[in-house]
């Protein structure tokens, strides 16, 4: 049970990312500002 209740968090942090449009559509190119947006995007989350 302990792994699904993991999971669950896991989706959910992965569906409240790409709740934004930047990092949905991954309008950067290259990986380096997909990191930066992604860690842009986490902090926010956490904030």
Do not use: H
């Amino acid at each position: 049970k302990s792994v699904y209740r993991q999971r669950n968090q896991v989706e959910r942090c992965f569906n409240r990312l790409k709740q934004n449009r930047r990092i949905a559509t991954r309008y950067e190119k290259k990986a380096e500002n997909y990191l930066a947006m992604l860690t842009l995007a986490s902090i926010m989350m956490c904030l």
